[in-house]
């Protein structure tokens, strides 16, 4: 059974500050790991999504590494600004025909100005 | 903005009763897959459907079941309303396509806020 792991479960920052949120999972046999941002009461906007056979994926002042061996991923924050205060959930999928993504139960962000 | 619309965004129900949630996917997404979230917990993976059919489930029991149509849009069933399923419950549709894994992108809803009393 996967189970998919995020520590810490709070971060707090002050703005400008790099970061990284971890993320990790007991079954290494991954189709692919996406990472999520979820405001308050909201759904989930995709951040960025690594297949099995990347090692990383960047857009913007985001960078998620992927370690299939060890079973982690990270995700980077470059100079982190109050807007990027939310839950990071990292989420992996064992094949591109399984319905089930398994979820961490996520990393709350709070970016102080 | 995913282009995934859920609907109602709020609900209250007492136990017992059943409630029917509406998901319209991204247009030619030929995948849904619907999550229970509680709070402060990740999402938990109800089922999924591919081509109307149901082919994945979670550790849920039956009386949750789904609905696919043809025309992108999906339905989560709930019979028999308990006060542990009250959550937020997630939609998320797909493009499931093996030649082109950049297209397993789920896109989620903002979610359907369940509340049992």
């Known amino acids: 059974k996967q189970e998919v792991t995020q520590i810490p479960a709070a971060l707090s920052v002050p703005e400008g500050e790099n970061l990284v949120l971890n993320c990790s999972f007991t079954?290494?046999?991954?189709?692919?790991l996406q990472w999520f941002r979820q405001d308050p009461g909201k759904g989930l906007t995709s951040l960025l999504l690594i297949q099995s056979s990347q090692r990383e994926q960047t857009s913007g002042r985001l960078n998620a590494s992927l370690d299939k061996s060890s079973g982690r991923s990270t995700l980077y924050i470059a100079a982190s600004q109050p807007g990027d205060s939310a839950t990071y959930l990292c989420?992996?999928?064992?094949?591109?025909?399984?319905?089930?993504?398994?979820f961490g139960d996520g990393t709350t962000l709070t970016v102080k100005p | 903005e995913t282009g995934v619309t859920q609907s109602p965004t709020h609900l209250i129900k007492t136990r017992g009763q059943q409630v029917t949630l509406r998901c319209s996917s991204q247009s030619g997404h030929n995948t849904v897959s619907w999550y229970q979230q509680a709070l402060g917990q990740g999402p938990q993976f109800i089922f999924q459907y591919y081509r109307e059919e149901e082919n994945g489930r979670g550790n849920f029991p039956p009386r949750f079941s789904g609905l696919q149509f043809p025309n992108y849009s999906s339905e989560l069933n709930v019979n028999a309303l308990e006060l542990d399923d009250s959550a937020l419950y997630l939609c998320a549709s797909r493009l499931m396509d093996r030649a082109h894994s950049a297209k397993n992108i789920q896109y989620f809803g903002a979610g359907t806020r369940l509340s049992v009393l």
């Open positions: 079954d290494s046999a991954i189709y692919n």
């Open positions: 989420a992996v999928r064992l094949g591109t025909n399984a319905g089930k993504s398994t």
